[in-house]
C-alpha cells in the first residue's frame, strides 16, 4: 500500500505558474505508474496527466498540452506537476494517485489517492 499526499497548490493570476508535488510514503515508489487528476466543482474527476513507473512515457490531456508537464525522483518517492499558463478553467482541486496497471487516463485505474490540493486561477 502507498500513502499520498499532495502540495503546492494556491492562489495564481492568469498566465502564472505553480508546481504541485506528491510524495508517497508505503511500498516502492518506483512499481506504481502515476497520475494527475482534478475535479472542479459540479464537475466529474478528469485527467490531467499520466507517467510511467521510470519515467519514460507521458500523457496529457488534450487540455493541458503544451503548459503542463508531469516529472518524477523516484529517488525522492515525488511526483510533480508544473503548471504554466494558468487558466481560470484549470481552477480544481488536484489529486495524485498510484496504479498497479498500466498508464491510463481512467480514475479507475488507480488504487491509491491523495487527499488533493486546490488551486485556484483568479485575476
Known amino acids: 500500500q502507498v500513502q499520498l499526499v499532495e502540495s503546492g497548490g494556491g492562489l495564481m493570476q492568469p498566465g502564472g505558474s505553480l508546481r504541485l508535488s506528491c510524495v508517497a510514503s508505503g511500498r516502492a515508489f518506483s512499481i506504481y505508474n502515476m497520475g494527475w487528476f482534478r475535479q472542479a466543482p459540479g464537475k466529474e474527476r478528469e485527467f490531467v496527466a499520466d507517467?510511467?513507473?521510470?519515467?519514460?512515457?507521458?500523457n496529457y490531456a488534450a487540455s493541458v498540452k503544451g503548459r503542463f508537464t508531469i516529472s518524477r525522483d523516484n529517488a525522492l518517492n515525488t511526483v510533480y506537476l508544473q503548471m504554466n499558463s494558468l487558466k481560470p478553467e484549470d481552477t480544481a482541486v488536484y489529486y495524485c494517485?498510484?496504479?498497479?496497471?498500466?498508464?491510463?487516463?481512467?480514475?479507475?485505474?488507480?488504487?491509491?489517492w491523495g487527499q488533493g490540493t486546490q488551486v485556484t486561477v483568479s485575476s
Open positions: 494517485a498510484a496504479s498497479w496497471n498500466p498508464t491510463s487516463v481512467a480514475a479507475s485505474s488507480y488504487e491509491y
Open positions: 507517467i510511467s513507473r521510470r519515467g519514460g512515457s507521458t
